[in-house]
């Protein structure tokens, strides 16, 4: 069994040395979708639909009315939206039982880039050992690989999501199972070696910093809190009974549970 990085979303088939669809997938927009994803299903949110472009946000409102609609666009909330896309705002709201339509661009692509997958999960530093615990034993028991993807930014390589892969990394090797390690795998294992200062790494990449100057200092604080959250959140094309728009597709993403 194999484990391998994609340094961006924007990856071939030919850049990879596993099949997607023989892969449990782990997709990685630390600053701040994944983690934002997290907090609301740790605030008790019961589903996201994911939005690549705001035309399609609004459009998916239309058909979903009581659904709340969050996200970014340039880091800022846009106007007509109930929330932004900010893990420390959405830590403070009661979500119980919600269901959310949430706006992002880097994170929407890599989930849509591996729906074919076998399985695919939500990841950040919050629910980094909870989830990699979970992907390791599924893939182990499934004879699968593991495929994480970084979700980069805007094509190019994020420091902030490498990192959270290079800990994901350091987390699998820890477990009994002879997985052979990709070079882009090992390669991020170097980074997490070297600079253990989870916080100062991320303050270092470009996402940080773009977040910064726009005021959110804490976002990056708390997208930086290492297993707050227990959870298991699973991307999934969504039922077409429930989509009732003229999208081919639409992905879901719910807290995990298991098939029989």
Do not use: H, W
Not at 2 to 23: E, P, Y
Not at 69 to 74: H, P, Q, R, T
Not at 123 to 137: E, G, K, M, Q, R
Request: proline letters at 2%; glycine letters at 6%; charged letters at 25%.
């Amino acid at each position: 069994m194999k484990v391998d990085v994609a340094l961006t979303n924007t990856f071939t088939r030919g850049d990879l040395i596993v099949d997607i669809k023989n892969c449990v997938c782990a997709v990685i927009d630390v600053i701040r979708a994944t983690t934002t994803i997290a907090v609301i299903f740790g605030s008790g949110a019961d589903s996201i639909i994911i939005a690549s472009s705001l035309e399609e946000a609004f459009k998916l409102k239309e058909y979903f009315p009581k659904r709340i609609l969050c996200g970014e666009k340039n880091v800022v909330r846009p106007d007509g939206f109930n929330f932004g896309n900010s893990p420390l705002e959405f830590s403070k709201i009661d979500l119980t039982g919600k269901k959310v339509i949430f706006k992002t661009t880097n994170g929407t692509v890599s989930f849509l880039k591996v729906r074919k997958a076998p399985a695919v999960f939500s990841l950040a530093s919050i629910n980094l050992d909870y989830t990699v615990d979970f992907i390791v034993n599924y893939a182990y028991k499934n004879s699968r690989d593991v495929l994480i993807i970084c979700s980069g930014q805007e094509g190019k390589i994020a420091y902030d999501d490498t990192y959270i892969a290079g800990l994901a990394v350091k987390r699998i090797m820890t477990k009994p199972y002879n997985f052979n390690y990709s070079e882009s795998a090992k390669l991020v294992l170097s980074s997490v070696l070297g600079d253990k200062d989870i916080k100062g790494a991320l303050l270092r990449s470009v996402s940080a910093k773009i977040l910064l100057e726009a005021g959110f200092e804490d976002d990056v604080e708390y997208c930086s809190r290492l297993n707050v959250y227990d959870l298991l959140i699973e991307s999934s094309v969504m039922n077409s009974k429930e989509n009732k728009m003229d999208f081919e597709e639409l992905l879901e993403l719910r807290i995990y549970k298991a098939r029989n």
